[in-house]
């Protein structure tokens, strides 16, 4: 009884979070990926981008760029628009543009196992191996497995003029040339400069120094381990010195043929594009 009393009075007040009923308005912007895959850089890199005269730290990226499964309603209907707003989920006709981040698999699992270690969702000695059984089977998180969560967005969205595909990799490796790409898609008015600002303040290194100052601050590392990082060393490839053969293997009979689509290279595969340029899916929805 008390618990429905408190809920009708957050409902009351809009201090409950919407979730899918989030009334999404027509210039709304979803940066949208599977977990752990880059999109709270991502949020750091357009918040930065979007309010440049403010700190962006962890205690406020909620607000700046919210997620409808954690933020009020009331802190939705306050946003200045366009919002941009976070999201994990498959594909939903709902939103109106969408910036969709994708990851390598391969170091998708490898960072999701060290999350769950720092949330104290597993124990040390759980094995990556059981992770991975996991992760295949879409077990790990709420919003499918990777490889469903992907081909959600890739079959409904490839080739909108509302949908730019994103990889983490190419933003690593050019983030000031992937963030201008953001900017034209989402016609923002960003001058190289701020871009550049941008960029610099939402380095790894500074997220590391934000995140041991305000790890209590933000949802994501609330109450979680201080001896486990969430800003880990970012760098792809990783998978190759933390995945067993064996693991590999798996994942990549899993979803090979989506993978070698989205120019990730297999094991077995010297053939794939690995250069996102060479890929049209990805410059599809910037260029119109």
Known sequence: MIKQLKAG?????????????????????F?????????????FLLANLRFPDQPITFANIDKLV???????????DQMPRPRIIKSHECFDPRYPRVVYIVRDPRD?????????RKLRKIEDDSTIETFVTRFLAGETCPHGSWGQNVSTWLAASEGSPRFLLLRYEGLVAETTRE???????LHLRSSPDQITQAVERSS???????EKAQTDKNGLTKGSRK???FVRAAVPGGWRAELPAPMVARLEAAWG????????????????????????????????
């Open 9 to 29: 009075v957050k409902r009351a007040f809009g201090l409950h979070p919407p979730r899918r009923g989030l009334l999404i308005l027509p210039d709304d912007i």
């Open 31 to 43: 940066l949208v990926s599977f977990p752990k895959s880059g999109n709270t850089w991502t949020r």
């Open 66 to 76: 919210p997620d409808p499964t954690s933020a009020s309603k009331k802190e939705f």
């Open 108 to 116: 998708v699992v490898v960072s999701q196992y060290h999350y769950h």
């Open 179 to 185: 963030l201008a790409k953001v900017v034209a898609f």
């Open 204 to 210: 790894a290194d500074h997220m590391r120094k934000l």
């Open 227 to 229: 001896d486990l990082s």
């Open 257 to 288: 043929p989506l993978m070698q689509r989205l120019g990730y290279r297999l094991s077995d595969d010297s053939t794939a594009v690995r250069d996102s340029d060479s890929l049209g899916i990805f410059s599809r929805g910037a260029q119109r």
